[in-house]
């Protein structure tokens, strides 16, 4: 008998709840691998591959799934509207469990990176939570940044829904879906890329100790949420912008848990934002 789709709703981060990853239960019935047709036994052992990578990318983040498109420069730093980091940089995270040292990727994500050099500058981290921490059933990601997590009276359902308003504009900062790919100058904005031909061509992968921008199910509508990927996710390549690395302190953000505190992000080295292509 033929079994039913499955359908997966794709939720925004601002719509999940604090609490950790949802578990799901599976119950197989004891049946002889003998006896189950080798065609059979391949489908059934890949379905229970997806739903284990569903229930983890569906938790923290949403997920689309659409083809990418050439470079767009009016989305990119070309634009000239945001700021987008030149080089490298450093920043240093104090924690309550301790500090961990990023390293910030301007050459091959400048404006992701830029961004967040400039919301560090601004003292927009200093204060908040990490309010996500997902390590069961396996480690997924440590993610903080939600500017209304440093406010104590903020409702805690509401937290991971929160962005940068930018004063200048009175709006909330949005920045485009950020992909350099190799052989190619610029970066690609504005689409996810899942064509097969790109997944090998990445410059920027989800390593374990990788920091990349959370966003929800629009590609185009990262603010100054983050995370840190707690091992090598490749699920994620090509759908969420990664723009560094933890080069010191990873054992620090493997003790983190939910609720605990960023005291404190400064830049300690490099930084150069420029509103133009670096």
């Known amino acids: 008998m033929a079994m039913p789709p499955i359908s997966l709703s794709k939720l925004p981060i601002g719509k999940l709840p604090m609490g950790p990853a949802p578990r799901s239960t599976v119950h197989l019935s004891p049946v002889p691998l003998s006896a189950v047709p080798f065609s059979r036994l391949l489908v059934t052992r890949a379905l229970s591959r997806a739903l284990l990578v569903a229930v983890l990318l569906l938790s ?5 799934a659409c083809a990418g498109s050439k470079p767009t420069a009016v989305l990119g730093c070309g634009a000239g509207t945001l700021p987008c980091l030149k080089g490298k940089a450093v920043v240093l995270l104090t ?5 961990v040292q990023l390293s910030l990727d301007g050459d091959n994500a ?5 961004n967040f050099v400039d919301l560090v500058g ?9 309010h996500r921490v997902v390590k069961e059933p396996v ?4 993610q903080g940044g939600d500017p209304l997590s440093a406010d104590p009276k903020v409702n805690p359902e509401l937290l991971g829904s929160g962005g940068f308003m930018d004063p200048a504009t009175g709006q909330q900062r949005q920045i485009p879906l950020e992909i350099l790919l190799a052989g190619e100058s610029e970066p690609r ?5 899942s064509a097969p031909g790109q997944q090998g061509r990445m410059k920027l992968l989800h390593a374990r100790g990788s920091l990349a921008m959370a966003r929800s199910n629009d590609p185009n509508s990262a603010s100054s949420q983050f ?3 707690l ?9 969420y912008a990664v723009f560094g690395q933890v080069t010191k302190g990873m054992e620090v953000v493997d003790r983190l848990v939910q609720g605990d505190k960023l005291i404190k992000a400064v830049v300690v080295e490099g930084g150069t934002l420029v509103r133009a292509k670096p």
């Open 122 to 130: 601004r003292g927009i981290y200093n204060g908040t939570l990490f």
């Open 231 to 239: 091992r090598s996710l490749p699920e994620l390549d090509g759908r």
């Open 60 to 64: 923290p983040f949403g997920l689309a």
């Open 139 to 142: 480690p997924f990601v440590v």
């Open 95 to 99: 924690t309550n469990k301790g500090e």
């Open 227 to 229: 995370y840190v990927a």
């Open 189 to 193: 904005y504005g689409a996810v890329l």
């Open 110 to 114: 400048p404006l992701t990176a830029g």
